[in-house]
């Protein structure tokens, strides 16, 4: 929903309520920029999650690598693509995930003017 309360299909608003509720999840993945932080994580993903104090459905979508579903829980893109670089993704690989295609199929869809308006 906007500002206005204006549904939006398909899309997340990132606001004040999604930022108290991704917190832990944002908290997370900002921890990822020092090298420590990821050798940790990648040893022992579950106590580094332990750490953080993530929900279940928080701890369900990093391990899944669901990076939509991790926006739905309130994480901000920008914190939670850090994640997804702990397994060397980078952002096309992320985005096509998030869009339900391999990258190969994403980047070929950008390169043909992306989406149309009705589909």
Known sequence: MNEDGVEIPGTVVFDGRQARSGLPLNNLA??????AEREQFVADPEAFMAR???SEEQKEAVRQRDFLRMIELGGN?????????????KVPDIVARMA????EEFVEMMRNGGRSPHG
């Open 30 to 35: 900002m921890a990822l920029n020092k090298a």
């Open 52 to 54: 953080f104090r993530l």
């Open 77 to 89: 893109i920008y914190f939670i693509y850090k994640i997804g670089m702990v397994d060397g993704l």
């Open 100 to 103: 339900g295609q391999t990258t």
